[in-house]
């Protein structure tokens, strides 16, 4: 069987969800293409890309016209098909973050939505017609989405459309044989992370709360996410799949 194909967006840094998901993708033996967002993130980026021996490493920002095409039409060209998608890039503006759900701007809000949640969409459009022989497509929530999470903010209600999209997505290709998924890891230190107020203490307290007393790490979530990629997860699709020590699971 020839080797699969991983598209990665969304690496950060080191200790990004992303990373930990590129490392166990190409554990599990797909080759990696692994996007940056601008020539800033480039620096930090591209050595861990050339470290995990990415084959196309390539700059995507979902809010640059154009851009995304740039990506798929490489892929298309160098590969010819991919296999699985790994989508963990969300936005808010700070000003908007940090405030009450309801006093978020209209523009905020749309900007919100557009990077962390129709970017996948985009995305899986563009990869559906590359996974002909079937595929997995991945983006990352939070249990925000559900309930909630004191200085979450607005990302809950966003969150919780990515979460109804994967559902309709995984509906709609699913005769295709694409499985779309959600992975949902409780809090867990990351860059990204750091942005939401007070998230040192949301820490603390889920590690407290979680039945295993352990919070998730980016391992734990790329070995999840290399098993749905996974043809043992063939006739697995549409979930919102908790990574998070039981901590979901605790009033």
Same mark, same amino acid.
């Given at each position: 069987?020839?080797?699969? @194909?991983?598209?990665?967006?969304?690496?950060? #840094?080191?200790? *990004?969800?992303?990373?930990?998901?590129?490392?166990?993708?190409?554990?599990?033996?797909?080759?990696?293409?692994? /996007?940056?967002? #601008?020539?800033? $993130?480039?620096?930090?980026? @591209?050595?861990?890309?050339?470290?995990?021996? $990415?084959?196309?490493?390539?700059?995507?920002?979902?809010?640059?016209?154009?851009?995304?095409?740039?990506?798929?039409?490489?892929?298309?060209?160098?590969?010819?098909?991919?296999? /699985?998608?790994?989508? *963990?890039?969300?936005?808010?503006?700070?000003?908007?973050?940090?405030? @009450?759900?309801?006093?978020?701007?209209?523009?905020?809000?749309?900007?919100?939505?557009?990077?962390?949640?129709?970017?996948?969409?985009?995305?899986?459009?563009?990869?559906?017609?590359?996974?002909?022989?079937?595929?997995?497509?991945? *983006?990352?929530?939070?249990?925000?989405?559900?309930?909630?999470?004191?200085?979450?903010?607005?990302?809950?209600?966003?969150?919780?459309?990515?979460?109804?999209?994967?559902?309709?997505?995984?509906?709609?290709?699913?005769?295709?044989?694409? @499985?779309?998924?959600?992975? *949902?890891?409780?809090?867990?230190?990351?860059?990204?992370?750091?942005?939401?107020?007070?998230?040192?203490?949301?820490?603390?307290?889920?590690?407290?709360?979680?039945?295993?007393?352990?919070?998730?790490?980016?391992?734990?979530?790329?070995?999840?996410? $290399?098993?749905?990629?996974?043809?043992?997860?063939?006739?697995? /699709?549409?979930?919102?799949?908790?990574?998070?020590?039981?901590?979901?699971?605790?009033?």
């Amino acid at each position: 069987m020839s080797q699969k @194909r991983a598209l990665i967006v969304g690496v950060a #840094n080191a200790e *990004s969800i992303a990373y930990g998901c590129a490392k166990a993708l190409k554990d599990s033996g797909h080759a990696l293409a692994i /996007t940056y967002l #601008n020539a800033k $993130a480039e620096r930090f980026v @591209r050595p861990l890309a050339e470290d995990l021996g $990415a084959e196309i490493i390539a700059p995507l920002d979902v809010s640059v016209p154009g851009e995304l095409d740039t990506v798929f039409g490489q892929i298309h060209a160098q590969w010819g098909g991919l296999d /699985t998608l790994l989508h *963990s890039i969300a936005f808010c503006p700070k000003e908007d973050l940090h405030g @009450r759900v309801i006093d978020c701007s209209a523009q905020g809000f749309t900007q919100a939505m557009d990077v962390s949640v129709h970017s996948f969409l985009r995305m899986i459009q563009q990869a559906e017609p590359l996974m002909a022989q079937g595929g997995t497509c991945m *983006s990352v929530s939070f249990y925000g989405s559900e309930k909630v999470v004191e200085h979450y903010n607005v990302m809950g209600p966003v969150k919780a459309a990515l979460e109804s999209a994967t559902r309709y997505a995984a509906a709609e290709l699913g005769g295709q044989g694409i @499985r779309v998924h959600c992975l *949902s890891p409780g809090p867990l230190q990351t860059r990204a992370a750091s942005g939401i107020a007070h998230f040192d203490d949301m820490l603390a307290e889920a590690a407290e709360r979680a039945p295993t007393h352990h919070l998730a790490t980016i391992d734990d979530v790329g070995a999840y996410a $290399a098993f749905l990629a996974s043809d043992g997860a063939r006739n697995v /699709t549409g979930g919102v799949h908790m990574i998070d020590g039981g901590f979901s699971i605790v009033g």
